[in-house]
């Protein structure tokens, strides 16, 4: 279980936050200035993307001057032919002047995890600031240093985006939760050559058939260094074998705790110590008691948005058409009624595909509420999709009310799966592989 948390000082001093994977980094190792933002130019530096997930974070090497310097933005832009495209970018976030330290140049993280912006392998965008102070007046600037990035190249906004002569790369760094995978984006497992979410015999045919081609997106270039190659066939031997997923893992919390499950307490949320936790309790009212999850939350500010704690799962799934289900419950212990039993909310890859909206409903005192969560996706391609229940409550958690979640499940609703080789045809494989390397070695 991984714990993800939007803001530590919401949150139970004994979890620990877990940060994406850092993807692309540019550390500027002799500066050569930095770059002024101020109203009416901005800069970008375009960077490719060495992983598949979510962009969730992108830190910004800058400084600032003391005094009043405006208001301060970053910008996510998309990349066409080689340039930002667009006159408005896909996300654009405030950056907290008082984040910016004065005189000397330091990374400022900026969370744009809210921009659902779903990178791939080789997926290029660029990072703009941008500011409101005057030329003269106090403001921003971004490090920049001798060109040692590769992936990308320095632009400036003043009407229009224009890539400048001198390539002096800003520092900045980027990350990528491969855990988390938005709605659009389509993410094939290592050593998966043709995109069907099985690691088989199929897939050696297309890296042997493919053996020394060098270039871009080639379909068996499992390390991604631009050419196929023995790397590649390792690539593939080390997943063999690898199937789509039949069911939720521990969609049932028979483990009796939330393993499987990363867990995201949402900003402005208030959990209680403990929560959320596996307990027994007949959620689907069949008079039997089983494990399930168990949570009660609320908002620390209820004039804020915010309340609301996700468990959610990375799932490798083949192409077809599927159903997702859960079971949940509210349940109050309150010697009165009240109006908040929750909201729960079921996703596929970010996007709600099912949801009881129960805030505003009256549970009674001692009252248990069940219902249960059913959606039906057609056509769901092929590769890895993430799988979530999130449950909200805009009311302060100051009252035992409390949710339940059990019995998540997946069900296939299209033709049958696809044998995988038995190990003997790997032996065959590997056998073939070697007599081919070496007959290459001679040619």
Same mark, same amino acid.
């Given at each position: 279980?991984?714990?993800?948390?939007?803001?530590?000082?919401?949150?139970?001093?004994?979890?620990?936050? *877990?940060?994406?994977?850092?993807?692309?980094?540019?550390?500027?190792?002799?500066?050569?200035?930095?770059?002024?933002?101020?109203?009416?130019?901005?800069?970008?530096?375009?960077?490719?993307?060495?992983?598949?997930?979510?962009?969730?974070?992108?830190?910004?090497?800058?400084?600032?001057?003391?005094?009043?310097?405006?208001?301060?933005?970053?910008?996510?832009?998309?990349?066409?032919?080689?340039?930002?495209?667009?006159?408005? +970018?896909?996300? /654009?976030?405030?950056?907290?002047?008082?984040?910016?330290?004065?005189?000397?140049?330091?990374?400022? +993280?900026?969370?744009?995890?809210?921009?659902?912006?779903?990178?791939?392998?080789?997926?290029?965008?660029?990072?703009?600031?941008?500011?409101?102070?005057?030329?003269?007046?106090?403001?921003?600037?971004?490090?920049?240093?001798?060109?040692?990035?590769?992936?990308?190249?320095?632009?400036?906004?003043?009407? *229009?985006?224009?890539?400048?002569?001198?390539?002096?790369?800003?520092?900045?760094?980027?990350?990528?939760?491969?855990?988390?995978?938005?709605?659009?984006?389509?993410?094939?497992?290592?050593?998966?050559?043709?995109?069907?979410?099985?690691?088989?015999?199929?897939?050696?045919?297309?890296?042997?058939?493919?053996?020394?081609?060098?270039?871009?997106?080639?379909?068996?270039?499992?390390?991604?260094?631009?050419?196929?190659?023995?790397?590649?066939?390792?690539?593939?031997?080390?997943?063999?074998?690898?199937?789509?997923? /039949?069911?939720?893992?521990?969609?049932?919390?028979?483990?009796?705790?939330?393993?499987?499950?990363?867990?995201?307490?949402?900003?402005?949320?208030?959990?209680?110590?403990?929560?959320?936790?596996?307990?027994?309790?007949?959620?689907?009212?069949?008079?039997?008691?089983?494990?399930?999850?168990?949570?009660?939350?609320?908002?620390?500010?209820?004039?804020?948005?915010?309340?609301?704690?996700?468990?959610?799962?990375?799932?490798?799934?083949?192409?077809?058409?599927?159903?997702?289900?859960?079971?949940?419950?509210?349940?109050?212990?309150?010697?009165?009624?009240?109006?908040?039993?929750?909201?729960?909310?079921?996703?596929?890859?970010?996007?709600?595909?099912?949801?009881?909206?129960?805030?505003?409903?009256?549970?009674?005192?001692?009252?248990?509420?069940?219902?249960?969560?059913?959606?039906?996706?057609?056509?769901?391609?092929?590769?890895?999709?993430?799988?979530?229940?999130?449950?909200?409550?805009?009311?302060?958690?100051?009252?035992?009310?409390?949710?339940?979640?059990?019995?998540?499940?997946?069900?296939?609703?299209? *033709?049958?799966?696809?044998?995988?080789?038995?190990?003997?045809?790997?032996?065959?494989?590997?056998?073939?592989?070697?007599?081919?390397?070496?007959?290459?070695?001679?040619?």
């Amino acid at each position: 279980m991984r714990f993800i948390f939007a803001l530590l000082l919401f949150v139970p001093c004994n979890l620990l936050l *877990a940060l994406p994977a850092l993807d692309q980094v540019n550390e500027i190792n002799q500066s050569v200035g930095g770059r002024i933002i101020f109203a009416g130019n901005s800069p970008a530096q375009s960077f490719t993307a060495n992983a598949a997930g979510l962009l969730s974070q992108v830190d910004v090497m800058i400084q600032r001057d003391a005094g009043d310097i405006g208001d301060l933005s970053l910008e996510i832009w998309p990349m066409i032919a080689g340039a930002p495209a667009g006159s408005t +970018p896909l996300l /654009s976030v405030p950056i907290d002047p008082n984040t910016v330290p004065i005189g000397f140049y330091d990374y400022v +993280p900026v969370d744009i995890s809210t921009g659902m912006i779903g990178v791939n392998y080789g997926d290029q965008y660029a990072i703009a600031l941008n500011g409101s102070a005057g030329l003269s007046d106090p403001n921003a600037a971004w490090n920049r240093g001798n060109f040692n990035y590769t992936g990308g190249d320095y632009f400036e906004r003043s009407g *229009a985006w224009a890539l400048l002569g001198t390539n002096f790369d800003y520092g900045f760094r980027t990350y990528v939760d491969s855990e988390m995978i938005p709605t659009g984006l389509v993410v094939v497992p290592e050593g998966d050559y043709n995109g069907d979410a099985y690691v088989n015999s199929a897939d050696y045919t297309i890296w042997r058939d493919s053996l020394g081609q060098s270039g871009n997106a080639l379909p068996a270039d499992g390390d991604r260094d631009g050419q196929v190659d023995l790397d590649d066939y390792n690539v593939w031997t080390s997943a063999y074998g690898l199937m789509p997923d /039949s069911e939720v893992a521990n969609g049932t919390f028979a483990s009796g705790d939330l393993s499987d499950w990363d867990v995201i307490v949402g900003p402005n949320t208030s959990v209680s110590f403990g929560f959320p936790r596996v307990e027994t309790f007949d959620v689907d009212g069949d008079g039997t008691s089983n494990d399930a999850m168990r949570l009660r939350l609320g908002r620390l500010n209820t004039d804020l948005f915010g309340g609301s704690v996700t468990i959610q799962q990375k799932l490798l799934l083949e192409e077809g058409d599927y159903e997702f289900s859960a079971n949940i419950a509210s349940q109050s212990l309150e010697s009165f009624g009240n109006s908040g039993p929750g909201n729960y909310l079921l996703k596929l890859d970010g996007e709600i595909i099912d949801q009881l909206v129960l805030n505003g409903t009256s549970i009674g005192a001692g009252e248990v509420i069940r219902d249960s969560l059913l959606a039906s996706i057609d056509n769901v391609t092929a590769g890895y999709h993430t799988l979530s229940l999130t449950i909200e409550k805009g009311a302060t958690n100051s009252r035992e009310i409390y949710q339940f979640i059990d019995d998540i499940q997946l069900n296939r609703t299209g *033709a049958a799966s696809q044998a995988v080789p038995e190990p003997s045809s790997l032996i065959l494989i590997c056998s073939a592989t070697i007599g081919l390397f070496s007959l290459k070695r001679f040619v």
